[in-house]
């Protein structure tokens, strides 16, 4: 079964632009949910995505949205870029995104905002 | 509120000695309990969780981790290390009850010495 794909896997952006990131579950998994990445952070929420719903939000501006296809493939979308939004973004799936089970990760998309 | 502290940024090991990674969580609910590691330029690959039961729970590539309730701790383990195990860990929690997002802790490199 073919893993958790991002693309692209690098970007390079300037402040003040837009981006849209892109991730693609593994087959049968509905849930995916999207993570920031950066040193000394560890990895902060973005949201969860469920059945084309949103399901939990984390604490991030609303220049972060995000959305899910029917296919389960999910993309995230960043405007008006910040510095500080340099990050690697991590998508994860899982079947429903219930209790115990496991997240499985993509390779992330590094993003650089110059 | 939930969360988990990974008290050491860094750890270092002599190749063939034992090693812990520890973590700590605190959540209000049943906690559902996850490692993760990653390495460079990679996305996370899931090693080991507790849902419920042994307290002892056997992973991946000969890692092990102890729920001790009491404590509030996850720490993650292996009897004899290798250079290979050098990474960054991450330790994460869901509240088993509420069955809301992942929260992770910041990682911790480790380093195994030949």
């Known amino acids: 079964k073919a893993g958790v794909t991002q693309t692209p896997r690098y970007l390079i952006k300037t402040r003040g632009q837009q981006v849209t990131l892109s991730c693609s579950p593994i087959?049968?998994?509905?849930?995916v949910s999207w993570y920031q990445q950066t040193p000394g952070q560890g990895l902060q929420f973005l949201f969860e995505?469920?059945?084309?719903?949103?399901?939990n939000k984390g604490n991030f501006p609303g220049r972060f949205s995000g959305r899910q296809f029917s296919n389960s493939r999910s993309e995230m979308n960043v405007s008006t870029l910040e510095l500080g939004d340099s990050a690697l973004y991590l998508c994860?799936?899982?079947?429903?995104?219930?209790?115990?089970?496991?997240?499985?990760f993509g390779p992330g998309t590094r993003l650089l905002v110059l | 509120a939930q969360s988990v502290a990974q008290p050491e940024d860094q750890v270092n090991v002599a190749e063939g000695n034992p090693l812990t990674v520890k973590c700590t969580y605190s959540?209000?609910?049943?906690?559902?309990l996850f490692w993760y590691v990653q390495y460079p330029n990679r996305g996370l690959q899931f090693l080991l969780k507790?849902?419920?039961?042994?307290?002892l729970v056997k992973g991946s590539y000969g890692f092990e981790a102890e729920f001790n309730k009491s404590q509030t701790s996850f720490h993650l383990k292996k009897p004899s290390a290798l250079v290979s195990d050098s990474a960054l860990y991450f330790c994460?929690?869901?509240?088993?009850?509420?069955?809301?997002?992942?929260?992770f802790g910041t990682g911790t490199s480790l380093t195994v010495i030949p």
């Open positions: 507790y849902i419920t039961g042994d307290n």
């Open positions: 994460a929690v869901r509240d088993g009850d509420t069955g809301n997002q992942f929260y």
């Open positions: 959540v209000s609910g049943n906690p559902y």
């Open positions: 994860a799936s899982s079947l429903r995104g219930a209790g115990g089970e496991t997240q499985y």
């Open positions: 087959s049968g998994h509905r849930s």
């Open positions: 995505y469920f059945s084309e719903t949103q399901r």
